[in-house]
């Protein structure tokens, strides 16, 4: 008689099964996101009709839809909606951004905050756009050194400044809740572009000013 780990790993691998017999076809494909997650509880044990479950599959559903929005917004096309002509070559800092995503490996939550700087050459992003960017890739499935890369790419592409820096600090459930269970260990991961690579001195500077606090409630 199968065990409980191995019915687990039978139920997950049912579904490759039958696709192979039916020339590639998944027959899943045809199920509601809903449907599927309705499957899941089942699989699980669970009884998805009793009173705490019912609505659950609707609303793991609209939430997943609202968790994975980014695939459907054009990051490039956020940052050409505001850029602007200003005689401005200092470095321009917008920090502690709030970021929520969802690991890729094992789809639980990731939190933290981003640190983003650039140096302008002639153009410079309206500020809200920052955040509404680090929003974007962190709607998809993710994992954190990704992340990082995609907002620096993004911005050193579309507005060719002198020099981009990102930084991503992040929190991982995959590692708290499961696996090693380590409640107070962060990742941090960094990119750094044009003058932000070559010039230490501009790097140096950015690193310092996003750990710079105020007691003045502003920073």
Not at 31 to 39: G, I, K
Not at 76 to 83: M, R
Not at 154 to 160: A, K, P
Not at 203 to 215: D, G, Q, S, V
């Amino acid at each position: 008689m199968p065990s409980d780990s191995e019915r687990k790993r039978m139920a997950i691998a049912k579904p490759v099964a039958i696709a192979k017999r039916n020339n590639g076809t998944n027959p899943l494909s045809d199920l509601s996101m809903a449907d599927l997650v309705h499957e899941m509880i089942s699989r699980l044990g669970e009884d998805p009709s009793r009173e705490g479950l019912k609505d659950t599959p609707r609303r793991v559903a609209k939430a997943y839809d609202d968790l994975t929005k980014g695939y459907r917004q054009d990051p490039e096309a956020l940052l050409k909606s505001a850029l602007f002509t200003v005689n401005y070559d200092e470095m321009v800092i917008v920090k502690d951004i709030e970021l929520f995503s969802l690991c890729e490996h094992h789809l639980l939550p990731f939190l933290g905050k981003a640190h983003i700087a650039y140096i302008p050459n002639g153009k410079v992003i309206g500020l809200s756009k920052l955040p509404r960017l680090v929003e974007i890739f962190a709607r998809r499935f993710q994992v954190q050194e990704r992340l990082t890369t995609q907002i620096a790419e993004t911005i050193m592409q579309v507005i060719q400044p002198q020099g981009v820096g990102v930084v991503v600090e992040a929190r991982h459930l995959c590692m708290m809740m499961r696996g090693v269970e380590k409640q107070h260990s962060a990742a941090v991961t960094s990119s750094m572009l044009g003058c932000f690579r070559d010039e230490r001195e501009t790097r140096e500077e950015f690193l310092a000013l996003i750990r710079t606090k105020n007691t003045n409630g502003i920073v």
